[in-house]
């Protein structure tokens, strides 16, 4: 059989979705379900024990014999509960296989221990899972055997949300019904339902599963925390998009099969520009199907690089002096009949539709750029944005040529009477055909880019949920629409109107527009001089959340009630706070335990060797002298570091809740974390390497 018939053939193999529905449920009972996916009516508890039934029968087919409600708590990644089929012993002491619609539908975990922010007091446990229907079931296969999936957002006992899915879903709402408002006052009478459709490419690193377990900083958090470059970093510019080697392409293959087989649309592969370094993009689904989506990506490519005798490694900055990852956020905004917002058709300036729907994004970001910066910010993307290799902490929009001509037109005669066209690529080679060239050429350095129907927000980090991106972009977007319909509605010409409100929009707001080099220092000044927020840490971002501002809008669309964001906010203090503890704790223990000793096995063994040369033969022995002056000087500035760091950690502990304790880890612990590494580092690289306890960079990203 070829390749090809094989991945039809296993695409979507683990999946409880439309065929296999269509084919198990009776026609009464699939229609329903299709109302609920499709429209949110509600599913009663004899459909929903049918559905139930039949989705344990299949995943019964398929091995499971335990069922779990999954679902993506405040942690940052998903957590489960797994419960078994069987039933009680009856009198002949047999069992039987059930599983009803009221378990399918809700379940209960025991909440208190999941962050809740101050929603739920840890006394009151009660949290819900509630059955996402429109994300598919699907059973995993791994060690624990095979496991029915059923995908659910958590809520507290009041109904607050305590994941990551609630809220998107709910955004998701907002923007369908004002974008909806929109299409009609432009005469679309078809689309019944809007949805964002998001693609997100992931980075990741892969390192060899035997080194990695000797180094403990990655094993406690996900980075190293000492280590200096080797004398080859990424600057040769070789490993992007370069040939992939024999056994990292068979554990690609793995994980491309295993996510078909879960109906994840993986699709591109590429090393990317840092050694050891790699992407995975699928294509492009319904929002909330994307984030399940990438967590599932997240989760098969740890699974199979472990079967690999291999280490996936998804912080955003595993190794100081090369690239860290990212995750492209591409959105863009679809209706149920295939109509893509974003599309500017071959004449943008003609597309008075298509130019009202780009400057209310822009308005929305401009209005909100606090809220995306606060959505991209997690521990690990502190030590990439602003730094010079992903986008700046500075939220601005790349349009490109094309439509940048159109705006400029637009703001200063009022009206767009051409679009630039894309012309025709030509290499000089007669052999080569003539390529169609797009009307606009991209910029890497934009952390808001559109990308000829999308927008690519390119801040997210490699391990963060994408959830936080798209429900702020769902949001301000669907408040920007209402603003414009409230007035078009009120229009006596719908025509006029827009063209008054793209003016107003692209002059109030073109601030926001950046079609130059992100990466530059004239940058950062000129962003300043426009106003923009240069938000530079996750700990400055946070805030963004329960602004006046913020709290208005997502009370207003229903994302998020103002006791939800200020449970969000205090979450993400703590969570910073405690990410930065460990980080400091891993430090000095290595530090202790292996380091310090390494080095005092050094100097001890030179020292040695100095007495014996010099009672064999009186010889200069002053190259070793000094090489043991510089180690015992080095040792003793980690030691002094150590000693700082010991105490400011202890300190933080004392510190209290909130905005301030986390203030006081980003300034003092991380400086004294930075003053540790300095010096052992510098040890690094004298020290004689069969002493030093851990791998080093090279061995890390070189020799994989
Ligand atoms: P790159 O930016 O690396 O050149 P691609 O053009 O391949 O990448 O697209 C990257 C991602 O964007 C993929 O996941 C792709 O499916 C997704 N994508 C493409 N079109 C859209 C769209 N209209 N809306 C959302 N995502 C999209
Ligand atoms: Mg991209």
Known sequence: MSEYFKVVDIFGEYVFNDTVMKERLPKKVYQKLQETIKEGTDLDLATADIIAHEMKEWAIEQGATHYTHWFQPLTGVTAEKHDSFITAPNEQGKVLMSFSGKELIKGEPDASSFPSGGLRATCEARGYTAWDCTSYAFVRHDAAGATLCIPTAFCSYKGEALDQKTPLLRSMQAIDTQALRLLRLFGNTTSRKVTPSVGSEQEYFLVDKEKYLKRKDLIYTGRTLFGSMPAKGQEMDDHYFGSIRPRIAAFMKDVNEE????????????????????????????????????????????????????????????????????????????????????????????????????????????????????????????????????????????????????????????????????????????????????????????????????????????????????????????????????ELEKAEDINEKAHDLIKKYLTEHQRIIFNGDGYSDAWVEEAERRGLPNIRSMVDAIPALTTDKAIAMFEKFGVFTKAELESREEIQYEIYAKEINIEARAMINITNKTLIPAVIKDITALAQSINAVKAACDCDVSVQTELLQESSALLSDAKVALAKLEEVTDKGLTMGDGAARAAYYRDEVTTAMAELRAPIDKLEIIVDKKVWPMPSYGDLIFEV
């Open 259 to 486: 996510l078909w087989k879960l109906g994840v649309p993986a699709k591109t592969q590429h090393n990317e520009v840092a050694p050891a370094q790699h992407e995975l993009a699928p294509i492009y689904e319904t929002c909330n199907l994307a984030l399940d989506h990438n967590h599932l990506v997240m989760e098969v490519l740890k699974k199979k690089a472990n079967e690999h005798g291999l280490q996936c490694l998804l912080h955003e900055k595993p190794f100081d002096g090369v690239n860290g990852s990212g995750k492209h956020d591409n959105w863009s905004i679809t209706t149920d009949d295939g109509i893509n917002l974003l599309e500017p058709g071959k004449t943008p300036h003609e597309n008075i539709q298509f130019l009202l729907v780009l400057a209310c994004i822009l308005k929305a970001v401009d209005d909100h750029a606090d809220l995306l910066r606060w959505s991209a910010a997690d521990v690990g993307n502190d030590h990439r944005l602003g730094a010079n290799e992903a986008p700046p902490a500075i939220i601005s929009v790349f349009l490109g040529e094309q439509l940048d001509d159109v705006i400029t037109q637009l703001i200063s005669t009022g009206s767009a009477t051409h679009s630039l066209k894309g012309g025709v690529l030509q290499t000089g080679v007669a052999s080569l055909p003539d390529l169609a060239k797009d009307a606009t050429d991209r910029n890497r350095t934009s952390p808001f880019a559109f990308t000829g129907n999308k927008f690519e927000f390119r801040m997210v980090g490699s391990q963060d949920s994408i959830s936080a991106p798209n429900v702020v972009l769902n949001t301000i977007v669907a408040e920007a629409f209402e603003e414009a319909c409230d």
